[in-house]
């Protein structure tokens, strides 16, 4: 079994900055990618960013520049710098752990952090 707690989540105002952590313990095998998701009230869930086994990136258009996802594999714990965060960065973010393979192949999801961004 794989738990996923993430952190460090609060209330900031525009401008300012987070980071998020998200601390994966349990059996791991063969981590294929890490994924930030966020969800605003009444919208989808949306993909933010994510980092591959191998180390590869991708960020959405709307945090391009202004968040960094990275992961320290020793401790296998993904982080989401957040910089310049504006009010439609407001949402419950999640992290997934995607491992394995073929019919071995699962996602497993934290708990989600609440991020306010306001005056």
């Known amino acids: 079994q794989v738990q996923l707690v993430e952190s460090g989540g609060g209330l900031v105002q525009p401008g300012g900055s987070l980071r998020l952590s998200c601390a994966a313990s349990g059996s791991i095998f063969a981590i294929n990618a890490m994924v930030w998701y966020r969800e605003a009230p009444g919208a989808q869930r949306e993909l933010v960013a994510s980092?591959?086994?191998?180390?590869?990136?991708y960020y959405a258009n709307a945090v391009k520049g202004r968040f960094t996802i990275s992961r320290v594999s020793a401790n296998n714990t993904l982080y989401l710098k957040m910089n310049n965060l504006k009010p439609e960065d407001t949402a419950v973010y999640y992290c997934?752990?995607?491992?394995?393979?073929?019919?071995?192949?699962?996602?497993?999801w934290g708990q989600g952090t609440q991020v306010t961004v306001s005056s």
């Open positions: 997934k752990l995607n491992s394995g393979w073929g019919q071995y192949e699962r996602d497993y």
């Open positions: 980092i591959t086994g191998g180390g590869s990136t």
